[in-house]
């Protein structure tokens, strides 16, 4: 007969222990039942095929995408405020500081912020004025206005390719009627250039100008441009040199690549499209000079000024009685050189003295030519060409012989290069005309192979399996092996009611056979069946003898196991 006993249900008065050792007692006893034993491997594999499932979702990084790549600090922090309140799982990326999230909610996110306003972006100048209220003083009026200049000016600024984001900051000195304490207007300008990006001169100059031309009677000098890394963009006073310097390096330049697509055109069209580079370099002399030449010509002369004094005296009226000696002629008159153009007359007491004055200048002839050579005079022209040489060809003895180009492509090729360049000997211009093989394969600096991307995901796959198999050894197999397999019971003494299916002593899945317990008994215990008094009677000796066949070749060493044992008990009783 079975000697076990039915668990007894957990009392309330019962400690807890005691009731964690019946409540475990009753699953023991369901999950004896054989309809349970046959579901519990699938009903395992289930269980771990979940939990496996479970924690390869916990591991497994969704795919994300980026909302915004330029979005403000103060609207970051208000969308992954607004993203994660709504259960959208949002991050932001260590290396780029961008706001991601998984791609199944990306147009949610993005929906989600539009309806917040979000980006925010530069407010309108505008928005300002429209709540001004009325009765406002003028100070109100004027700090409102500048305000107004300041964000439309910012928002023209964001417009910029390169810039993000953009402040300014106007610094407007009140009207007096004075006109000696009038200081000129300021302004400065704060710039968040993007990422990877940077302003050139022109760029910044264009922000100078829109930024004083917008503000009356502000000059280029009183505009100040910073980035987000604290480095001044505009140079104070405007330094004139620096951007001539500029200009002159842009114009080397742009000569140094007219120079080399001339080249680059004559020669493709003769060794193929490719297989030319060319390289010109040129001096350029950028010295303003100016010569002023006079030149006098002493051959040719004109009057340059002429002047003439006349002074004459009228002769003294004859006076006194008409007679001999008032009729006498007058004595003859000497003349007198004093200097060139001057002439005395020398007249006796009877006629007046007459002077006649005359000067003359006479300019000599000459020239004065001012010449002012072009600022930018090229020096020197240095070109260099390089031409791909033809392929190889296999010699008789198995050798590779390096091709060449003819002589006479070379010679035409440097005369269509001097040509090109306007070669000049005597102002030391040279041309470098060489024909090498072109490589155009480079060895490929290989990564590490902890680098490849294989080895990472075969880590992180690997990473999953343990943690799956650690799970599944250490917390589900131990449970499984409590729940299938019992504690055996002690060894039974050797005789009566030693176990089936085992030594003496066995434990494990040995059977009780108890006393005057028939072979029927105990196959209907094998099958899981409780017998209830004695359920052979009515079977025929025929019926037992093939359920005892059956029964040998089910479970042939534990039949053979059970007779030894009853065989040896009564060798032992007859002893």
């Known amino acids: 007969m079975d000697s076990t006993t039915n668990p007894v249900a957990p009392t309330e008065g019962a400690t807890p ?83 991601r999230v998984t791609e199944t909610d990306y147009h949610k996110a993005r929906m989600l912020l539009a309806t917040e306003g979000l980006p925010a972006g530069t407010p309108d100048g505008m928005s300002t004025l429209s709540d001004m209220p009325m009765g406002a003083s003028r100070s109100v009026e004027a700090a409102r206005l500048r305000r107004m200049n300041e964000l439309d000016l910012a928002r023209s600024i964001t417009e910029f390719s390169n810039v993000t984001s953009a402040r300014v900051h106007l610094a407007l000195p009140e009207q007096t009627a004075f006109i000696r304490d009038t200081k000129p207007p300021r302004a400065s300008v704060f710039v968040q250039v993007a990422p990877g990006r940077a302003l050139d001169e022109g760029q910044v100059s264009a922000i100078v100008s829109l930024v004083s031309t917008s503000v009356p009677g502000m000059t280029r000098a009183n505009v100040s441009v910073v980035d987000q890394t604290g480095r001044l963009l505009s140079r104070e006073g405007g330094d004139p ?124 002839s000459r020239r004065v030519e001012t010449t002012q050579p072009a600022s930018a005079q090229i020096v020197r022209i240095h070109a260099a060409v390089l031409l791909r040489t033809p392929a190889g060809t296999m010699a008789e003895d198995g050798s590779l012989v390096p091709g060449a180009l003819p002589d006479s492509v070379m010679r035409d090729a440097e005369a269509l290069v001097r040509s090109a360049i306007g070669f000049q000997n005597g102002r030391g211009d040279t ?84 006393p005057g317990e028939t072979l029927a008994e105990v196959r209907a215990r094998l099958d899981g069946f409780e017998p209830a ?43």
């Open 17 to 99: 222990a005691q009731q964690g050792k019946a409540y475990l007692a009753q699953a023991q006893q369901m999950i004896s039942q054989p309809a349970v034993r046959r579901a519990l491997p699938a009903i395992i594999l289930v269980v771990v095929a979940v939990m496996g499932l479970m924690v390869y979702m916990m591991l497994a990084q969704p795919k994300r995408l980026s909302l915004y790549s330029d979005l403000p600090e103060a609207d970051k922090a208000r969308a992954v405020e607004v993203l994660t309140s709504n259960g959208i799982d949002a991050v932001i990326d260590q290396g780029t500081g961008t706001l």
């Open 241 to 364: 040199m620096s951007e001539l310097s500029t200009q002159q390096l842009g114009h080397r330049k742009q000569m140094e690549n007219l120079y080399r697509q001339r080249i680059e055109a004559l020669l493709s069209p003769i060794v193929g499209a490719g297989n030319v580079a060319a390289e010109v370099t040129v001096d350029m002399d950028f010295t303003r000079s100016e010569i002023t030449a006079e030149e006098y010509m002493p051959n040719g002369s004109v009057i340059r000024s002429e002047q003439e004094m006349i002074q004459q005296n009228s002769q003294q009226q004859a006076k006194g009685i008409p007679g001999a000696v008032s009729n006498t002629p007058p004595q003859e008159t000497q003349l007198v050189e004093e200097g060139p153009g001057v002439t005395v007359r020398n007249t006796n007491a009877v006629n007046n003295n007459t002077t006649t004055n005359a000067t003359r200048n006479y300019e000599v």
């Open 431 to 514: 041309v470098t005309l060489s024909a090498q093989p072109f490589i155009d394969t480079f060895a490929e600096v290989a990564n590490p192979w902890y680098k490849e991307g294989w080895v990472m995901n075969t880590a992180r796959y690997a990473a999953q399996i343990a943690v799956l198999a650690i799970v599944v050894l250490g917390l589900v197999k131990p449970i499984v092996d409590r729940l299938l397999f019992s504690p055996a019971a002690p060894a039974a003494p050797m005789g009566m009611g030693a176990p089936i299916g085992g030594a003496p002593g066995q434990m494990g899945d040995a059977i009780e056979v108890g």
């Open 533 to 575: 008094g004695n359920p052979w009677s009515h079977v025929s000796y025929e019926e037992k003898l093939a359920l005892i066949r059956d029964l040998t070749h089910s479970d042939g060493d534990r039949i053979a196991t059970a007779f030894k044992s009853m065989i040896e008990d009564d060798n032992s009783q007859l002893k």
